[in-house]
């Protein structure tokens, strides 16, 4: 039994062909699974009893997206775009029964679907901006389509998800389930073959306004959103994707969003952006915690140091659940508190650094981390060190800059090649001296500094402190505005040793 074949069935029910793909974890669209999509459309539509074609998902999500583990891979047919083209062209109504979530590659496709049936509780939407990509597989070519050109550059350049109620207002899906899912997707297919409802390809409606008109809004939403046009290159290609589908032929805008897709694909500002995402996912995995190890709940605070807003009841030290220090090795070490209890933390932003008591177990650590994570925020654990990574890195580029200055750099010239480069003003908050001239280059500047920086981040490293390179680039990026188009310092050096 091929691979295909073990993930698949195909089953009949009155004239309603419904495959299913159950390929764990998330039902990632890999070459088995474009495979088994094309063999079962291929094999509905061979039965003539077959009225209307179902596809659904097994597990916990309908199709997720790309499987990343084929990324800078040459990808074996059927492509992605091909599977597209078998259910778009189908000559009896498809239905895309969408539970889980629905994003990307896996949203793509079930645009190519006649009609989309969605579950309560799934999400659905086109989020590669934020790996700096765009959806390559039609995306930018059918959501301006099917639900107007301004709606379309909201979703897609911004990367916005929508439950069910909200994708059926905007028009994404035809119908939410009431129910099962897969019932109420039988139950639909049904009454689309009893009313003889059209066939709609998403490809042949037409866009819902001129090419001037659509000028006229990418000119506004440019200006509304200026921190996306500075130093990445998604959003504009985004937009010149979506100015396609406004312009041009369908087949023609397809071959336009490809070439823009390739170009992005191997970009260095998406290749940091996608090191950032995979970064901020490792970030939650606490490598030494115990499988069996479940977070315990924190009902009560106490904070031995000074700005941290941990959103706790506060506690005496003696009572409280998780007693909260400075995060250093020495101020966890002064507290005098049992150490499952213990635990050190610093907020930068959205990033709330978390750093464990000195021979104390993950206990406090895996909580706190859980809380935070619940609270919308991001947390970056590390093990008991000098200083934590934000504290260390920061020191780092303040001497990088000092030594500058002590060899001729103005203070204010080392501030505005920040700033070009896309780093916040002030950040590094040297003196303002007047004139930015003399000195080093800016390149000469930039690098000097991210040179520090990874060598502070590999010295976290080596002695301990710091769990993984990606941790000390989320602080960074995340946490002290580190332009996410640079990845971080220790992803610079890892490319520059590539």
């Known amino acids: 039994m091929s691979d295909a074949s073990r993930i698949s069935s195909l089953e009949h029910h009155d004239g309603i062909a419904v495959l299913t793909i159950d390929s764990p974890p998330v039902n990632a669209l890999s070459h088995a699974v474009r495979i088994a999509i094309a063999d079962g459309v291929t094999a509905a539509m061979a039965d003539p009893a077959t009225r209307a074609f179902v596809l659904i998902c097994g597990g916990r ?5 790309a499987d990343i583990s084929e990324l800078g891979r040459p990808i074996l047919p059927p492509l992605l775009q091909d599977v597209i083209g078998v259910l778009e062209s189908a ?3 498809t239905i895309a029964a969408i539970h889980g979530t629905a994003l990307g590659g896996g949203f793509e496709l079930a645009l190519a679907c006649h009609y989309r049936i969605m579950d309560s509780l799934a999400r659905v939407g086109l989020p590669e901006a934020a790996l700096g990509l765009l959806p390559g ?7 301006p389509r099917l639900i107007g050109v301004a709606r379309a550059v909201e979703m897609i350049a911004l990367g916005k998800s929508y439950g069910a109620e909200d994708a059926k207002a905007l028009g994404l899906v035809d119908a939410v389930a009431e129910g099962e899912l897969r019932a109420a997707a039988i139950a639909y297919a049904q009454a689309l073959v009893r009313e ?6 998403v490809r042949d409606r037409p866009a819902d ?5 659509a000028e006229t809004l990418f000119a506004a939403f440019r200006a509304d959103h200026p921190e996306l046009f500075r130093h990445l290159k998604a959003p504009a290609a985004i937009l010149q994707a979506i100015a396609a589908a406004v312009a041009l032929p ?10 823009l897709s390739r170009g992005l694909v191997t970009s260095p500002e998406s290749a940091a952006q996608r090191h950032i995402f995979f970064a901020e996912r490792a970030a939650a995995k606490i490598p030494d915690q115990p499988k069996d190890m479940k977070p315990r709940p924190i009902d009560s605070a106490a904070l031995l140091a000074d700005g941290i807003a941990i959103d706790l009841p506060a506690a005496d030290p003696a009572t409280a659940a998780i007693v909260i220090a400075a995060a250093d090795a020495a101020a966890l070490s002064a507290a005098g508190i049992d150490g499952e209890r213990l635990v050190g933390a610093r907020a930068n932003g959205p990033v709330v650094e978390i750093m464990r008591a000195p021979g104390a177990g993950p206990a406090a650590d895996v909580a706190l981390a859980d809380h935070v994570r619940r609270t919308g925020r991001l947390p970056v654990v590390m093990r008991a060190g000098p ?3 934000s504290t260390a890195c920061l020191a780092a580029a303040r001497d990088a800059a000092a030594a500058l200055v002590a060899a001729g750099t103005p203070p204010a010239a080392i501030e505005a090649a920040l700033a070009t480069a896309g780093f916040p003003r002030g950040w590094i908050g040297l003196p303002d001296d007047g004139e930015a001239t003399g000195g080093a280059q800016p390149e000469a500047i930039l690098a000097a500094i991210a040179d520090a920086v990874a060598d502070a981040g590999q010295r976290l490293l080596d002695d301990g402190t710091a769990y993984r390179p990606g941790d000390i680039d989320i602080v960074l990026v995340k946490g002290l505005g580190w332009p996410l188009h640079l990845g971080g310092p220790m992803f610079a050096r890892q490319r520059a040793a590539a």
């Open 196 to 201: 003889g409802a059209p066939l709609r390809r």
């Open 250 to 259: 369908f087949d023609e805008g397809l071959a336009r969003e490809k070439i």
């Open 137 to 143: 597989a039609g995306g930018t070519q059918r959501t």
């Open 91 to 93: 000559d009896i109504p």
């Open 209 to 213: 306004m001129t090419p001037a008109e």
């Open 61 to 65: 999500t309908f199709f997720a997206g």
């Open 387 to 389: 200083a934590p990574i």
